[in-house]
């Protein structure tokens, strides 16, 4: 560290601060905020020394100004054998600008309006399948539904046998990632018998349907009129005029199945979670949608999120020192603007562990205050399609079912790879609501 550079003090040691942040996140952030304030370093196993910062006016010099001194792709290197090398995850600099700027038009609002279909078409079928009296964990159910949403809306594949064989593969290929904290000595093919060798045989099975689907959609009659996100993308140009490679076309379906299915279900278990165990906000969401009136759904979600952030900070590396709210920070270090301890300020949000969806009705949600999706360069793709699903499938579950929630209190939060999750997954006891048939806002089918 050069002698001008200087960490805010916070927390330690490494290992200590890890298994705080893994087991009980909610706890061990608030607690280091209110002992150190906005602004302090915590070191990690694995990932090093990292600096919080939650505050929202140094959060918005970092969205907003130059980012050329900030890396987010190099801290994502170990999900490249997963992702590949030309995922918008994984890249920095000018190629990472390049495919964003490739990827981003596809998620923009008149697209998201005809996902919006897609979502209530898949939602309708899981939830018609829940039968009453019968005990899901909800936030499996939501990772069907999430990962049929993006194979439709974003690979465009319809036909149920290759849903169900993408399905097949991919699942297993997801299952197989822990393959890749397999130090690199040690990843060895064995004829795929081994972790490493698993993970191999796993991605060539699903690479090859992935090519596939590729291959077939650049040859379809109705290429030109298609909407989904891979037929978009095929037609899409760079500022070069060049379109996109198979590889690229693959490693950014992978990126969108992995950095959208699993987020956007856990977003949902915590939306039931929140929403099953409050009366009062059920019945008022219940009555503004009968009436015809989305926005107290859409606070909802907002809200949600806020309470619930599915990802705790967004992280950059700096490449040379920087100040940063009052701290001259060395290179190399990770800086996280800290999404979860904006959000649980209690000075931007009064009792901020209360869900009161009603904070963001009227004003609506702030850009550096509520940033659930990141922000800048890298803020989420999928921030406007995630929402979009988030509501829809909210409206249909509410307005069909009751959830009997089987814990007592709010699920505990951990940690489980980079997300923060419920540790139960959300367990409860599926109710058929009995409503007059036809009434306001019940989707067809709400009777059981
Ligand atoms: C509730 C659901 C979701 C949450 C909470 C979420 C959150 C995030 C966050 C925090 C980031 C990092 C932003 C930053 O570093 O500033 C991110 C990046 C990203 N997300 Fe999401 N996400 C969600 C759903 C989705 C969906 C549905 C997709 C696509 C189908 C998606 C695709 C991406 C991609 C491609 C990036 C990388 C952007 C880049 O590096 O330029 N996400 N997301």
């Not at 994984?90 to 923009?108: S, T």
């Not at 020192?321 to 301890?341: D, K, M, N, Q, S």
């Not at 562990?353 to 999706?373: D, K, M």
């Not at 360069?377 to 509501?391: H, K, S």
Request: glycine residues 8%.
């Amino acid at each position: 560290m050069s002698p001008s550079t200087q960490l805010p003090p916070g927390p330690r040691p490494a290992a200590l601060n890890t298994l705080g942040l893994v087991e009980r996140p909610v706890q061990a952030l608030t607690k280091w905020r209110r002992k150190y304030g906005n602004v302090f370093s915590a070191p990690m196993l694995v990932f090093g020394m990292g600096v919080y910062v939650a505050e929202p006016e140094a959060i918005k010099d970092m969205f907003t100004g130059d980012q050329s001194d900030l890396r987010a792709g190099e801290a994502n290197a170990p999900l490249a054998p997963m992702l590949g090398d030309r995922s918008v995850l994984i890249l920095d600099g000018r190629e990472h600008m390049r495919q964003r700027k490739l990827l981003l038009p596809p998620f923009g609002g008149s697209n998201v309006a005809a996902f919006r279909e897609v979502i209530r078409d898949v939602t309708e079928r899981e939830v018609g399948s829940w039968r009453d009296g019968e005990r899901i964990v909800v936030r499996n159910r939501m990772r069907t539904l999430t990962f049929e949403v993006i194979v439709r809306a974003v690979f465009g594949v319809t036909e149920r046998e290759r849903i169900d064989r993408l399905r097949g593969a991919l699942l297993a290929l997801i299952d197989t990632q822990m393959a890749f904290t397999i130090p690199e000595p040690l990843r060895l093919e064995l004829g795929g018998r081994g972790p490493w060798g698993a993970f191999q045989a796993r991605k060539r099975a699903a690479d090859q349907l992935i090519y596939e689907e590729i291959a077939r959609r650049r040859t379809a009659a109705d290429l030109a009129e298609r909407d989904d996100v891979l037929s978009l993308l095929l037609r899409a140009r760079d500022e070069a005029g060049r379109e996109m490679t198979d590889v690229e076309l693959r490693d950014e379906l992978m990126t969108m199945l992995l950095a959208g299915h699993e987020t956007t279900a856990t977003g949902l278990a915590y939306a039931f979670d929140l929403l099953f165990r409050d009366a009062a906000v059920l019945a008022r969401l219940r009555d503004e949608l009968a009436s015809g009136d989305d926005s107290y759904l859409d606070a909802v979600v907002t809200e949600t999120l806020r309470v619930r952030p599915v990802i705790d900070g967004a992280e950059r590396t700096l490449t040379k020192p920087r100040t940063i709210a009052g701290w001259h920070l060395p290179a190399g270090i990770r800086v996280y603007p800290a999404i979860a301890l904006v959000h649980w300020r209690e000075d931007l949000y009064p009792e901020p562990q209360v869900f009161r969806p009603e904070r963001f009705l009227g004003e609506g949600a702030q850009s550096y205050t509520w940033l659930p999706f990141g922000g800048g360069i890298r803020r989420c793709i999928g921030a406007a399609l995630a929402q979009a699903e988030m509501a829809e499938v909210i409206r249909t579950v509410v307005s069909t079912v009751d959830l009997e929630l089987e814990r007592p209190t709010r699920e505990p939060v951990i940690v489980r790879g980079i997300t923060l999750v419920p540790k139960h997954g959300t367990p409860a006891v599926v109710r058929r609501r009995r409503v007059p048939a036809g009434a306001a806002g019940e989707p067809a089918g709400a009777l059981a």
